[in-house]
């Protein structure tokens, strides 16, 4: 009897083999395609196992008093002390999300686990990523630049861009800003920076040599196609960028990205399940602002 060689490119009943090469393609697809899931521009705020509600913390803000010596009560004999300031924390809760997605891995082969484990991950940040952008719409947060009046929205520029930095260090907010913007506002943006007032500045050197904008003003400028249009096609139609300073927005993360994989009999193959728990919220509108540019791609 000739002996049978089995060449499909995975082996349904090797499932702890399979999960390995699709489990690291997903995990690092998922954090190396969001902007968000690595924690360096929102706060993580790791979440025990088996928890389905947190509490994101927001303390307020308190005032100090000028001590120039100790404050010695003749009457009394004492020294007096320093009124206690009480420290609220009008913390935020959130409940968990789940961000999942499925694929199956048929017995006849055709797929290669760690490509699937690569598009599951990517398709996990994608959707993390769209919920973060959308808190950048929040009408709690300040704005500048397009205010409803189609007649004065204006690209992207600049000018407007040190306008949103303004409005952040008025709050009294220091340290260091990020900003996101829709490729189509760094367009705009690059369109303003490489016209003949910035000739043979560093910044449109910059913006000509590279293609984008990676910091103006001190600022952290990065790029996020999931910034939508409001109204595709509508005189109206404008983007919402956002810029903000630490932590104006969280993430309590219930359970980083994730893959598992589980004999499929009735579907003849193997399910990945990719998942991640998380839930992304506004901490403090005060600490951001939206910057609001016309659709001008001309």
Same mark, same amino acid.
Request: charged share 15%; proline share 2%.
């Given at each position: ?12 009943? #090797? ?27 929102? !706060? ?52 968990? !999300?789940?961000? =999942? ?5 048929? #017995? ?35 704005? $500048? ?67 984008? $904008?990676?910091?103006?003003?001190? $600022? ?58 998380? =839930? ?15 659709? !001008?791609?001309?």
């Amino acid at each position: 009897m000739a002996n049978v060689t089995n060449t499909n490119v995975t082996n349904a009943g #090797d499932l702890s083999g399979l999960l390995v090469n699709a489990r690291q393609d997903a995990i690092f697809a998922g954090y190396e395609n969001s902007l968000y899931l690595p924690g360096g521009l929102i !706060k993580m705020y790791d979440v025990p196992a088996g928890s389905v509600t947190a509490q994101i913390p927001k303390f307020s803000a308190v005032g100090a008093s000028d001590v120039s010596t100790e404050a010695y009560n003749a009457t009394s004999g004492t020294i007096e002390e320093l009124e206690v300031t009480n420290v609220s924390n009008t913390g935020i809760n959130v409940s968990a !999300k789940t961000y =999942a997605v499925r694929a199956l891995l048929k #017995d006849l082969g055709g797929l290669d686990a760690a490509n699937v484990g690569t598009v599951l991950g990517r398709a996990i940040a994608e959707k993390f990523d769209t919920d973060v952008t959308a808190l950048f719409s929040d009408t709690g947060i300040a704005s $500048v630049g397009y205010n409803g009046n189609a007649a004065e929205a204006d690209a992207m520029t600049t000018d407007l861009m040190a306008e949103a930095i303004a409005t952040v260090r008025e709050a009294k907010f220091s340290g260091q800003l990020n900003c996101i913007l829709h490729p189509r506002q760094i367009q705009n943006l690059i369109g303003d920076l490489t016209s003949a007032d910035f000739a043979a500045s560093d910044a449109q050197n910059q913006a000509m040599r590279s293609g984008l $904008v990676g910091s103006l003003f001190g $600022v952290n400028i990065f790029s996020s196609a999931y910034i939508a249009s409001t109204t595709p096609g509508d005189i109206d139609d404008h983007w919402t960028g956002i810029m903000f300073a630490e932590d104006a927005f969280g993430c309590a993360m219930f359970r980083g990205v994730e893959i598992e994989a589980a004999r499929n009999i009735a579907g003849l193959g193997t399910d990945l399940v990719g998942s991640l728990h998380a =839930a992304p919220v506004l901490v403090d509108a005060a600490r951001a602002v939206r910057i609001r540019s016309a659709n !001008k791609t001309a």
